[in-house]
């Protein structure tokens, strides 16, 4: 399966939230190695997704300059997981 991540919202200060994303996604590559997670962000999130390249053939970066654009990219994956709970776009 192909999850869209939506990291528009991580920052190094995100708290308890981005400490959940951290882990979440350091550890499924583990546990779910099938899976192919596709990491929508922008420039803010690059020092962390380039920390998760331990795993390359599972990660994939898709590098945008809006949320919005994330409609264009629909192909991309099968599910889109909002992890910081802003549910665009809709």
Request: hydrophobic fraction near 45%.
């Given at each position: 399966?192909?999850?869209g991540?939506?990291?528009?919202?991580?920052?190094?200060?995100?708290?308890?939230?981005?400490?959940?994303?951290?882990?979440?996604l350091?550890?499924?590559?583990?546990?779910?190695?099938?899976?192919?997670l596709?990491?929508?962000?922008t420039d803010?999130?690059?020092?962390?997704?380039?920390a998760?390249?331990?795993?390359?053939?599972?990660?994939?970066?898709?590098?945008?300059?809006?949320?919005?654009?994330?409609?264009?990219?629909?192909?991309?994956?099968?599910?889109?997981?909002?992890?910081f709970?802003?549910?665009?776009?809709?």
């Amino acid at each position: 399966m192909k999850i869209g991540v939506n990291l528009f919202f991580w920052h190094p200060h995100c708290g308890g939230v981005g400490n959940y994303v951290a882990t979440l996604l350091r550890e499924w590559p583990h546990l779910f190695p099938e899976d192919q997670l596709v990491l929508a962000r922008t420039d803010g999130a690059a020092a962390f997704v380039n920390a998760l390249r331990a795993a390359p053939n599972v990660y994939r970066d898709l590098r945008l300059e809006s949320l919005e654009q994330i409609v264009d990219h629909l192909d991309a994956f099968d599910v889109w997981f909002n992890p910081f709970g802003h549910y665009s776009p809709r």
